[in-house]
């Protein structure tokens, strides 16, 4: 228990932003239209890509002299996150333009 | 960049490690602004722009800037090998973004959400032996980093083999309890690896156990749910994802991964409780009270005969009605028929008929996924209703077409309690002057519930393929 709070402690500013983020991206979002929903859902899916930041760092500091299971998962975990990031957000512009279409 | 420019609590900060930090905090800005404007029609695709730009940022910055603790950068070599797997990655992402039918959206969406968790389980499972063990709440981050990411891929795999029709919905009541089992050993393990005060390397059956029986309960998890819940499903698996990023942003205590993934985490529990409003059903049901085969009650058995109509009847009907609603339902994406659905619009359109579109919250696969591919068929914005805005006007409709929708219009929503779709609302098409119902068998929709608006004396069926079916339909008014 006292550990968890020491934790809580040294990450408090990180905890005080999930806190207030969760009240943030309800906010932001509560009052989409349904029409929407399928892009949104898409967007924020790629926004949830961010764990590629996790995988730069960690191939980043491995050793890469030679090639271990490590480094290979970890390249492996750059690859997955990319294709969440770059698909989501190409795929969310391709369900957009057509809405955009319809403007005209 | 390595000038030290001042010191915090005893320790030096550079130039480049501040830089990396307010690259972080504009990141994290351009994803909360990118989400509020995605979540309006006029800036929507701004909105996105902003959300990849803000992403591209955290990515550049963190190759160039990022310090481990002792105070080394990324070496040439790591950043060569970094670009490579962003390469192969986005080679493919953009391909496949491409490539894809907008019938097909739901389970893209379901698989990039697979491969984030899989990178967030993987970035934990290769951080556990960095991990302190120690410190509890640091364990604790990378074993939730670990067991979400992992739930999240494993989950959002097997909904990308049911959208796509690769894996059939299989139900036992039995499941129910194997679930809470996995459940139940999942905590087990993990409060084990917190408190046996070994090592990473000792505990390192532990952590691949807790990987393999977080991945079988992502499959179990989501197997028995089906058909109309599915939307809901992809929405928590969505959230689940942002989840795991967070965590992993916990490991490195990187704020724009913490913030993005919150964000995403806490959109995608909304957008959930939103569909689940729009079902009337609670989160909880959805997940325990797997609806549809054997499951669920099947309601009452209908009396009575499905009555087909002609080819050149229906036509006739259709030409010569004041006012057409259309209810477009999974049966035309499936059949691709949004194409010759608008076909049909325009020519009933050109003889005056004033032809619209209402559109069920939850109709297809995914929310709006029939807004996407109507608008991928050119239909215009002004003519698609939503559910509320058009009921109100169905008594007055001469023809309601349904095209391949099948419970959200069934009218026992609202006529039996004791139907397991009871209190969702419906398109009221059942209260129209006459109904045609486009539909590929006589089987029940997804819920596996009989409709009884396909028994109703005023409707009519057309049976075969939407796409057929609406082609066919299309040169039989042609020759009138």
């Known amino acids: 228990m006292e550990q968890i709070l020491v934790y809580f402690f040294t990450y408090k500013e990180a905890i005080f932003i999930i806190a207030l983020s969760v009240f943030l991206g309800i906010e932001v979002i509560s009052h989409v239209p349904s029409v929407l929903h399928t892009p949104l ?20 500091h491995s050793d890469a002299s030679k090639l271990s299971l490590e480094l290979v998962l970890g390249i492996f975990a750059i690859i997955f996150a990319t294709l969440n990031v770059v698909g989501g957000f190409v795929v969310t512009d391709r369900m957009l333009e057509m809405f955009k279409k319809k403007k005209k | 960049m390595d000038q030290v420019i001042g010191n915090l609590n005893g320790t030096d900060f550079t130039l480049g490690g501040t830089l990396l930090e307010l690259s972080y905090l504009l990141a994290a800005l351009f994803f909360v602004i990118g989400l509020k404007l995605l979540s309006h029609p006029e800036t929507a695709r701004k909105g996105n722009i902003y959300a990849a730009s ?3 940022l955290a990515i550049i910055t963190t190759l160039l800037l990022h310090k481990n603790a002792q105070g080394g950068g990324i070496p040439p070599a790591n950043i060569f090998i970094i670009l490579g797997a962003l390469g192969v990655g986005s080679v493919i992402g953009w391909i496949m973004a491409l490539r894809i039918k907008m019938t097909a959206m739901p389970q893209m969406v379901s698989f990039y959400n697979a491969t984030g968790g899989a990178a967030s389980a993987l970035v934990a499972l290769l951080e556990f032996p960095n991990a302190d063990m120690n410190n509890m709440g640091s364990v604790l981050v990378t074993i939730l980093g670990l067991v979400i990411g992992s739930i999240a891929f494993s989950g959002s795999m097997v909904a990308y083999g049911k959208l796509d029709g690769k ?9 129910k309890y194997v679930n809470i089992f996995l459940l139940l050993v999942v905590v087990a393990i993990s409060v084990f690896i917190m408190t046996s005060g070994q090592t990473p390397e000792q505990l390192n059956w532990a952590i691949y156990l807790l990987l393999a029986v977080s991945l079988i309960y992502g499959v179990m998890f989501v197997m028995p749910i089906g058909g109309a819940d599915m939307p809901v499903v992809i929405s928590l698996l969505n959230s689940l994802t942002g989840i795991a990023a967070t965590m992993a942003g916990f490991i490195y205590n990187n704020q724009a991964m913490i913030l993005g993934g919150i964000l995403v985490g806490a959109a995608g529990t909304i957008l959930t409780i939103l569909m689940c409003n729009a079902m009337n059903r609670s989160l909880l049901n959805v997940i325990i009270g797997a609806f549809g085969g054997g499951g669920a009650s099947s309601g009452k058995d209908q009396v009575g005969d499905m009555k087909e109509i002609t080819m050149s009847d229906a036509s006739i009907l259709l030409s010569y009605s004041k006012s057409v609603v259309i209810v477009p339902g999974y049966g035309l994406a499936v059949a691709q028929a949004q194409h010759a659905c608008h076909e049909l619009d325009v020519i009933l359109s050109g003889k005056g008929v004033n032809v619209r579109y209402a559109i069920h919250p939850v109709a297809g696969r995914m929310p709006g996924h029939m807004n996407v591919l109507l608008a991928e068929a050119d ?13 109100p006007d169905m008594p007055n409709t001469d023809v309601v077409m349904v095209i391949g929708a099948n419970d959200v219009v069934n009218p026992a929503a609202i006529t039996d309690p004791g139907s397991p779709i009871a209190g969702m609302p419906i398109i009221n098409a059942h209260l129209a002057k006459n109904i045609i119902v486009m539909k590929r068998g006589r089987g029940r929709g997804y819920a596996g519930i009989e409709n009884e608006l396909f028994f109703d004396a005023k409707t009519r069926l057309l049976f075969g393929d939407a796409k057929n079916t609406l082609q066919n339909l299309v040169s039989e008014i042609k020759s009138l």
């Open chain 2, 379 to 391: 239909v215009p914005y002004n003519q698609l209703f939503e559910m509320d805005s058009i009921n």
């Open chain 2, 54 to 56: 803000g992403m591209f």
């Open chain 2, 167 to 175: 894996v059939g919905d299989i139900f036992s009541g039995m499941m």
């Open chain 1, 41 to 60: 859902m898409s967007g924020a899916n790629a926004i949830s890509g961010v764990i590629i930041i996790g995988g730069i760092i960690l191939v980043g």
